[in-house]
C-alpha cells in the first residue's frame, strides 16, 4: 500500500510562486508514475502535472505548461510542485496522486491512479 501527504498550499497572490510537496510512504516501489492533480469549485478533477519514473518524462496541459513544474526530489519518495506566474483560476484544492504498473506510459487520465493524497488548498487572489 502507498501513502501520500501533500504540503505547501496556501495564499499567494496573482503572479506569485508556491512550492507543494508530495511525500509517499509505503510499497513506493510498486509504482511508475506520480501526479498532481487539481479541483476548482464547480469543476471536474483535471491533471496538472505528472512525471514517469522510467526515464523521468513528464507531462502538463497546456493551461500550465511553462508556469507548472514537477520533480522527484528523494528517489519515489518525495515529489514536487513548483507553481510559477500563479492566476487566480489555478485556485483549487491540489492533489498528489500515484500510479501503479510498470513501462513508459505516462498515465493522465483520473481513472488511471491508484493512491490519493487528501489534498492541499490552493488560493491565488486577484
Known amino acids: 500500500q502507498v501513502q501520500l501527504v501533500e504540503s505547501g498550499g496556501g495564499l499567494v497572490q496573482a503572479g506569485g510562486s508556491l512550492r507543494l510537496s508530495c511525500a509517499a510512504s509505503?510499497?513506493?516501489?510498486?509504482?511508475?508514475?506520480m501526479g498532481w492533480f487539481r479541483q476548482a469549485p464547480g469543476k471536474e478533477r483535471e491533471v496538472v502535472a505528472v512525471?514517469?519514473?522510467?526515464?523521468?518524462?513528464?507531462y502538463y496541459p497546456d493551461s500550465v505548461k511553462g508556469r507548472f513544474t514537477i520533480s522527484r526530489v528523494n528517489a519515489k519518495n518525495t515529489v514536487s510542485l513548483q507553481m510559477n506566474s500563479l492566476k487566480p483560476e489555478d485556485t483549487a484544492v491540489y492533489y498528489c496522486?500515484?500510479?501503479?504498473?510498470?513501462?513508459?506510459?505516462?498515465?493522465?487520465?483520473?481513472?488511471?491512479?491508484?493512491?490519493w493524497g487528501q489534498g492541499t488548498q490552493v488560493t491565488v487572489a486577484s
Open positions: 512525471i514517469n519514473w522510467s526515464g523521468v518524462s513528464t
Open positions: 496522486a500515484a500510479a501503479r504498473g510498470s513501462g513508459a506510459i505516462i498515465p493522465t487520465a483520473l481513472r488511471d491512479y491508484n493512491f
Open positions: 509505503g510499497r513506493t516501489f510498486s509504482t511508475n508514475a
